[in-house]
Protein backbone atom coordinates (compact mmCIF):
# COMPACT_ATOMS: atom_id res chain seq x y z
CA UNK A 1 0.00 0.00 0.00
CA UNK A 2 0.90 3.35 -0.84
CA UNK A 3 -0.01 6.48 1.06
CA UNK A 4 0.69 9.84 -0.13
CA UNK A 5 0.54 13.19 1.96
CA UNK A 6 1.95 16.95 1.71
CA UNK A 7 -0.06 18.44 -1.22
CA UNK A 8 -1.97 21.48 -0.59
CA UNK A 9 -2.25 25.22 -2.12
CA UNK A 10 1.02 26.84 -2.69
CA UNK A 11 2.08 30.37 -4.72
CA UNK A 12 3.74 30.82 -7.57
CA UNK A 13 7.36 30.37 -7.14
CA UNK A 14 6.74 28.58 -3.98
CA UNK A 15 7.86 25.12 -2.94
CA UNK A 16 6.35 21.85 -1.58
CA UNK A 17 6.82 18.53 -0.34
CA UNK A 18 5.29 15.30 -1.02
CA UNK A 19 6.20 12.23 1.03
CA UNK A 20 4.83 8.61 -0.19
CA UNK A 21 4.77 5.93 2.60
CA UNK A 22 4.73 2.49 1.61
CA UNK A 23 3.68 -0.54 3.98
CA UNK A 24 3.44 -4.10 3.47
CA UNK A 25 5.69 -7.19 3.48
CA UNK A 26 8.32 -5.90 1.06
CA UNK A 27 11.92 -5.10 0.89
CA UNK A 28 11.89 -1.46 -0.29
CA UNK A 29 15.12 -0.50 -0.90
CA UNK A 30 14.22 -3.26 -4.12
CA UNK A 31 11.15 -1.50 -5.25
CA UNK A 32 12.19 1.57 -8.26
CA UNK A 33 9.61 4.24 -6.87
CA UNK A 34 7.43 7.36 -9.36
CA UNK A 35 6.25 10.12 -9.16
CA UNK A 36 3.05 10.70 -11.69
CA UNK A 37 0.83 13.74 -12.02
CA UNK A 38 -2.29 14.58 -13.62
CA UNK A 39 -3.25 17.62 -14.57
CA UNK A 40 -7.13 18.29 -14.59
CA UNK A 41 -8.15 17.15 -17.81
CA UNK A 42 -5.40 15.43 -18.84
CA UNK A 43 -3.20 12.18 -18.35
CA UNK A 44 -1.06 10.69 -15.89
CA UNK A 45 2.48 11.79 -16.67
CA UNK A 46 5.83 10.00 -15.35
CA UNK A 47 7.36 13.07 -13.39
CA UNK A 48 9.98 11.84 -11.58
CA UNK A 49 12.00 7.89 -11.14
CA UNK A 50 14.14 7.10 -8.27
CA UNK A 51 15.79 4.02 -8.79
CA UNK A 52 18.38 3.69 -6.02
CA UNK A 53 18.87 6.46 -3.26
CA UNK A 54 21.23 7.80 -5.29
CA UNK A 55 19.80 7.47 -8.91
CA UNK A 56 17.21 9.86 -10.30
CA UNK A 57 15.81 10.74 -13.59
CA UNK A 58 13.57 13.63 -14.08
CA UNK A 59 11.27 14.53 -16.97
CA UNK A 60 12.27 17.43 -19.13
CA UNK A 61 9.35 19.79 -17.10
CA UNK A 62 10.19 19.31 -14.19
CA UNK A 63 13.93 19.09 -14.17
CA UNK A 64 16.33 21.14 -11.90
CA UNK A 65 12.88 22.08 -10.17
CA UNK A 66 11.82 19.12 -8.41
CA UNK A 67 14.12 16.48 -6.55
CA UNK A 68 13.12 12.88 -5.79
CA UNK A 69 14.69 11.10 -2.97
CA UNK A 70 13.50 8.06 -0.99
CA UNK A 71 14.70 6.71 2.90
CA UNK A 72 15.03 3.23 2.34
CA UNK A 73 14.75 3.03 6.32
CA UNK A 74 11.26 4.36 6.70
CA UNK A 75 9.84 2.92 3.29
CA UNK A 76 9.30 6.20 2.13
CA UNK A 77 9.83 8.45 -1.40
CA UNK A 78 9.45 12.05 -1.30
CA UNK A 79 9.09 14.68 -3.65
CA UNK A 80 10.17 18.04 -3.34
CA UNK A 81 9.21 20.56 -5.50
CA UNK A 82 10.32 24.42 -5.70
CA UNK A 83 10.20 27.21 -8.53
CA UNK A 84 6.34 26.05 -8.26
CA UNK A 85 4.41 27.45 -11.44
CA UNK A 86 0.49 27.13 -12.44
CA UNK A 87 1.36 24.25 -15.06
CA UNK A 88 2.56 22.59 -12.08
CA UNK A 89 -1.05 21.69 -10.58
CA UNK A 90 -2.27 18.45 -10.38
CA UNK A 91 -2.88 15.37 -8.34
CA UNK A 92 0.42 13.70 -7.74
CA UNK A 93 0.63 10.20 -7.52
CA UNK A 94 3.60 7.69 -6.39
CA UNK A 95 3.90 4.42 -8.39
CA UNK A 96 5.53 1.15 -7.58
CA UNK A 97 5.61 -2.45 -9.28
CA UNK A 98 6.70 -6.08 -8.95
CA UNK A 99 6.36 -8.84 -10.76
CA UNK A 100 2.81 -9.42 -9.12
CA UNK A 101 1.14 -5.85 -9.31
CA UNK A 102 1.44 -2.12 -10.19
CA UNK A 103 0.91 -0.54 -7.05
CA UNK A 104 -0.47 3.34 -6.92
CA UNK A 105 -1.33 5.81 -4.11
CA UNK A 106 -4.53 7.96 -3.73
CA UNK A 107 -3.36 10.70 -5.01
CA UNK A 108 -2.95 13.91 -3.53
CA UNK A 109 -3.30 17.63 -5.01
CA UNK A 110 -0.61 20.12 -6.00
CA UNK A 111 -2.64 24.01 -6.70
CA UNK A 112 -0.25 26.38 -7.61
CA UNK A 113 -2.06 29.67 -7.38
CA UNK A 114 -0.68 32.62 -10.19
Known amino acids: QLVESGGGLVHEGGSLSLSCAAS?????????MRWYRQPPGEQRRLIATSITESDAIYADSVEGRFTISRDNSKNTVYLQMSALQPDDTAVYFCMTSDLRNTYWGQGTQVTVSS
Open 24 to 32: GDIIFRLYT
